[in-house]
Nanobody, 124 residues
Framework: QVQLVESGGGLVQAGGSLRLSCAAS????????MGWYRHAPGKEREFVAA????????NYADSVKGRFPISRDNNKNMVYLQMNSLRPEDTAVYYC?????????????????WGQGTQVTVSS
């Protein structure tokens, strides 16, 4: 069965960095666009970043543009989110998602498959 497993979350001070990883199994990875989403307490789940099947196209939420580059390694079935210049408002559970459809990634329900999430907490 398809599994997406996130790792790399934790507690970090404002201005610091974290690298999230998502390991995918049970699917033909290079046929799926991948995305990162986050869900903060009291808020709706929101789009963070997305990358197409071979990494040629990426897209970002305005709130993370220039700070959170997304990348993937199709040889390892991995997708990454490098989180730089972290802010307290970035605190959330971060999820990776996989979809066979590139368009519509801004929709928080975009993914065909979802991971279980990893907590990121940024202290001020």
């Amino acid at each position: 069965q398809v599994q997406l497993v996130e790792s790399g979350g934790g507690l970090v001070q404002a201005g610091g960095s974290l690298r999230l990883s998502c390991a995918a199994s049970g699917l033909t990875f290079n046929m799926y666009a991948m995305g990162w989403y986050r869900h903060a307490p009291g808020k709706e789940r929101e789009f963070v970043a997305a990358i197409d099947w071979n990494g040629d196209s990426t897209n970002y939420a305005d709130s993370v543009k220039g700070r959170f580059p997304i990348s993937r390694d199709n040889n390892k079935n991995m997708v990454y989110l490098q989180m730089n210049s972290l802010r307290p408002e970035d605190t959330a559970v971060y999820y990776c998602a996989a979809s066979t459809v590139w368009f519509g990634f801004a929709n928080p329900d975009w993914g065909d498959y979802w991971g279980q999430g990893t907590q990121v907490t940024v202290s001020s």
